[in-house]
């Protein structure tokens, strides 16, 4: 990674990817084990890299009382267990870490389209620690219901549970609809601010010749998001509490698949930061603060 800024202790802010400037990193290596023994299923996987501290390090949650720290769980990208129902295409319940949905991007770099995941993807959560139900009434269908600590926490901001609701849908092989939801608390020391955050995304394959040596597949990706904070107290009076962004992202991929090349352009406005990653877990420095946040780029992979 390199930084036009040219930070002097390498560190960068503001990428869920990229934490270090002109060093070599280890980003995130993984191993796991997923089981499914007479309809009871589990997942433990095991993560160590540059990533975590992207990530993790800044949960300020885990200084809310004792018997909560990063360190016990960084090293645990997936943890949960749960139970297997035999019903209409099947219906899962499992409770413990799990990844969250990140706005239609993986949390491992390497398999999404664009090295880089967007500004979008990065200020959604990364993870969950909670219980969730993935019911399938389809082949085409998911509804997936949770009871989580909060956004991207291991503890909690006050005695609230949070709540989501993810969705998803294709009706044909080339062609797939996600929509999440999320309601919680997640300000610190103030118990009566809530949080709403909205996503949907849409995604279209929309030429498909497998056997061609050129051109062999095209795809597009549309992510828009909308949130807001509300109630409580604002800590910067006058400003609006909300997020607002949208995510376009176009792959060709040529020679059967071997290659493929990525474009995306995004924009997104913050005015009151509650999404950006800040540079320590007590937030940004204290003093006169007039900045709101606006972000735009263009990424090609």
Same mark, same amino acid.
């Given at each position: 990674?390199?930084?036009?800024?040219?930070?002097?202790?390498?560190?960068?802010?503001?990428?869920?990817?990229?934490?270090?400037? /002109?060093?070599?990193?280890?980003?995130?290596?993984?191993?796991?084990?997923?089981?499914?023994? #007479?309809?009871?299923?589990?997942?433990?996987?095991?993560?160590?890299?540059?990533?975590?501290?992207?990530?993790?390090?800044?949960?300020?949650?885990?200084?809310?009382?004792?018997?909560?720290?990063?360190?016990?769980? #960084?090293?645990?990208?997936?943890?949960?267990?749960?139970?297997?129902?035999?019903?209409?295409?099947?219906?899962?319940?499992?409770?413990?870490?799990?990844?969250?949905?990140?706005?239609?991007?993986?949390?491992?770099?390497?398999?999404?389209?664009?090295?880089?995941?967007?500004?979008?993807?990065?200020?959604?959560?990364?993870?969950?620690?909670?219980?969730?139900?993935?019911?399938?009434? /389809?082949?085409?269908?998911?509804?997936?219901?949770?009871?989580?600590?909060?956004?991207?926490?291991?503890?909690?901001?006050?005695?609230?549970?949070?709540?989501?609701?993810?969705?998803?849908?294709?009706?044909?092989?080339?062609?797939?609809?996600?929509?999440?939801?999320?309601?919680?608390?997640? /300000?610190?020391?103030?118990?009566?601010? #809530?949080?709403?955050?909205?996503?949907?995304?849409?995604?279209?394959?929309?030429?498909?010749?497998?056997?061609?040596?050129?051109?062999? #597949?095209?795809?597009?990706?549309?992510?828009?998001?909308?949130?807001?904070?509300?109630?409580?107290?604002?800590?910067?009076?006058?400003?609006?509490?909300?997020?607002?962004?949208?995510?376009?992202?176009?792959?060709?991929?040529?020679?059967?698949?071997?290659?493929?090349?990525?474009?995306?352009?995004?924009?997104?406005?913050?005015?009151?930061?509650?999404?950006?990653?800040?540079?320590?877990?007590?937030?940004?420095?204290?003093?006169?603060?007039?900045?709101?946040?606006?972000?735009?780029?263009?990424?090609? /992979?």
């Amino acid at each position: 990674g390199y930084s036009f800024n040219h930070p002097k202790d390498d560190t960068i802010v503001g990428s869920g990817a990229v934490g270090r400037a /002109t060093e070599w990193q280890i980003n995130n290596a993984t191993i796991g084990v997923d089981t499914n023994y #007479k309809n009871v299923i589990g997942k433990v996987t095991l993560q160590v890299g540059n990533q975590l501290a992207v990530t993790q390090d800044l949960d300020g949650t885990v200084s809310r009382g004792r018997n909560l720290s990063v360190a016990n769980n #960084k090293y645990i990208g997936e943890a949960f267990g749960g139970y297997h129902f035999d019903q209409w295409n099947g219906v899962n319940v499992e409770a413990g870490y799990f990844y969250s949905y990140i706005g239609l991007e993986s949390y491992l770099l390497g398999e999404n389209w664009n090295y880089n995941r967007s500004f979008l993807a990065d200020m959604t959560p990364f993870y969950f620690s909670g219980a969730r139900v993935q019911i399938y009434p /389809t082949n085409k269908i998911k509804i997936e219901p949770w009871v989580v600590n909060g956004w991207q926490t291991y503890g909690k901001w006050s005695k609230n549970n949070s709540v989501g609701l993810s969705n998803y849908w294709r009706p044909y092989e080339y062609l797939g609809f996600v929509a999440n939801f999320y309601y919680g608390t997640d /300000t610190k020391d103030d118990p009566h601010r #809530k949080r709403f955050h909205h996503d949907d995304s849409t995604l279209v394959r929309y030429f498909n010749r497998p056997e061609s040596k050129g051109i062999s #597949k095209m795809a597009f990706s549309l992510n828009n998001h909308y949130g807001a904070q509300f109630d409580g107290v604002n800590p910067f009076p006058g400003r609006k509490e909300y997020m607002l962004g949208s995510s376009l992202a176009n792959r060709i991929w040529f020679s059967h698949d071997h290659l493929a090349w990525s474009v995306r352009a995004e924009g997104v406005t913050n005015p009151g930061r509650y999404l950006a990653l800040p540079p320590t877990p007590d937030g940004f420095l204290p003093g006169p603060d007039n900045y709101s946040l606006k972000l735009w780029d263009i990424t090609s /992979t």
